[in-house]
């Protein structure tokens, strides 16, 4: 029987390089959403395709906790969740080449000037996420902030190992009944206008 605590990952220790899908059952391709809050993706993506291993990575203890009640409710057995700091996780714990797919939906943009240093999107952190995708490996972002995701474009765009295609062509197939994040549903129904763009690593 599933629990939340069955769902719940610790983060590694210090030094630690883990390889993610020893976290199930069964091997399969792996993915990753970075601030995944109440799960509505993960729980979403994981029904609708359960031969793929997600881990959802939310830094808020009350969402961590709720998500993976969630996904214990429902059954899911191909979901992890851990509470950790994602921009030390990707950058330090994670082995080269094993996401299949990032996503990256509505991250904090962090408005004011003097908090731009705490957006996830830096150059340090680009590099390392790129590494740890593996050959062609996908990465989707989503944001309600024209200002950042302009800026989060303008570095992904020129990375060297990464190349611009499609959203239709690399989105995430989800189910029939799929709406989008809690963000994106709430956005849309204010107006907001939602940017995406999607990336391949270049093999």
Known sequence: MLTAESIAVDPPAEGEIVDPVAWFDTPGSFELEIGCGKGGFLLDRALANPGVRLLGIEWANKYYKYCADRMARRGVSNVRVMRTDARFFVMNHLRPGCVD???????????????HKRRLIQPDFVDAAVRVLNA??????????????QEMIDLLSSHEGLAEVPWEEAEASSGPGWQGTNFEIKYVREGREIH?????ARA
């Not at 990465?139 to 024209?146: E, F, G, P, R, Y």
């Not at 995406?196 to 391949?200: D, E, F, I, T």
Request: charged share 25%; proline share 9%; hydrophobic share 35%.
């Open 101 to 115: 797919v990032l996503h990256l939906y509505h991250p904090d943009p962090w408005p004011k000037k003097r908090h």
């Open 136 to 149: 062609r490996g996908r990465w989707l972002v989503q944001s309600d902030h024209a200002e950042y995701f």
């Open 196 to 200: 995406r763009a999607a990336y391949v």
